[in-house]
């Protein structure tokens, strides 16, 4: 396995650092020979490594890539560290991403004229590199597993055992709408659980200590929630429904025994993945988000 950490160096024409935007030359992706030194890929290009968004991330994102493009600031709203796409490169040659899957979904969706967001390229880092090395398909995806790089699991929360063969052929348009994944936004999002750098729900004492933000952290409460709340799909698939199942959502993430009760039947720490400790919340208002609201407003 060759292992490549590029923390900083990510984007079309350019990178940031200590909050400057630098122009650089960086190689194509496809260059896999000139991986250390950074690159470039078309999103059309990626592949996930979950089946499942959020559609109201999703849409807020799209409509916010939009105006940057149609503003002419796409780049460097792309080139924030923050925006960074984590990718690992498996034994084919494909480039699976590991985080950022509602931004790189969004990019792919967005349009603006004759502009696609189809062919526009993304900042990646380069977390791992498994071609040449001669591991098998397989191999991969039992390491990626292992990692806990993959979520296995369809929108409607069905497991998805033959996923090694299903990602591989899958893009950034394939990925289906998990409502139970915009709920766990919006619970985290009102301190419900506790994700590293939530500094608003830190600040209101909810946690211990900062939690760690494990892979795949939103859909795991995703899937807690799923089971608590016990609705299919067409059960959530407006936003008002969606609404109407919020505040029983962040009921039920408060509750310390059975948070801790599904985690554990996971093999996981309740705590790890952001248990709320102290039972302080904040009541999410949809006002004050104008992208939620002009989402909300759709249905």
């Not at 078309?42 to 994102?61: D, H, I």
């Not at 949809?286 to 407003?297: G, I, Q, R, T």
Request: hydrophobic share 35%; aromatic share 10%; charged share 30%.
């Amino acid at each position: 396995m060759k292992s490549i950490f590029l923390p900083v160096l990510i984007g079309t024409t350019a990178l940031c650092l200590s909050g400057q935007t630098l122009a650089v030359d960086l190689p194509d992706c496809q260059d896999l020979d000139a991986l250390s030194s950074g690159c470039l890929m078309e999103v059309k290009n990626l592949r996930p490594t979950q089946f499942s968004v959020g559609s109201v991330a999703v849409e807020c994102k799209k409509k916010k890539i939009e105006k940057e493009f149609e503003k002419g600031k796409l780049e460097n709203y792309l080139a924030k560290e923050s925006r960074h796409v984590a990718a690992v490169v498996g034994p084919d040659g494909n480039f699976y991403i590991t985080d950022h899957h509602h931004l790189s979904t969004a990019v792919y969706r967005a349009k603006e004229g004759d502009w696609s967001g189809k062919n526009q390229k993304l900042y990646l880092t380069i977390l791992d590199n498994f071609h040449g090395t001669g591991i098998s398909m397989d191999e991969f995806w039992s390491i990626m597993a292992k990692q806990k790089n993959v979520w296995p699991y369809d929108e409607k929360g069905k497991e998805v055992k033959d996923y090694g063969d299903k990602l591989p052929k899958m893009d950034m348009g394939d990925l289906k709408d998990n409502p139970y994944r915009t709920l766990s936004r919006w619970t985290r999002e009102s301190c419900g659980y506790i994700k590293k750098g939530k500094d608003q729900c830190l600040a209101l004492e909810a946690t211990a200590g900062e939690p760690t933000a494990p892979n795949f952290m939103e859909f795991y409460w995703a899937k807690f929630l799923r089971d608590q709340l016990e609705k299919d799909n067409s059960d959530l698939d407006s936003p008002k429904k969606l609404m109407d199942s919020y505040p029983e959502a962040i009921q039920v993430t408060l509750s310390k025994k059975k948070t801790k009760k599904f985690f554990e039947a996971q093999g996981l720490d309740a705590v790890d993945y952001g248990q709320n400790q102290k039972g302080t919340y904040l009541y999410l208002n949809f006002s004050k988000d104008a992208c939620e609201e002009w989402y909300l407003e759709k249905d």
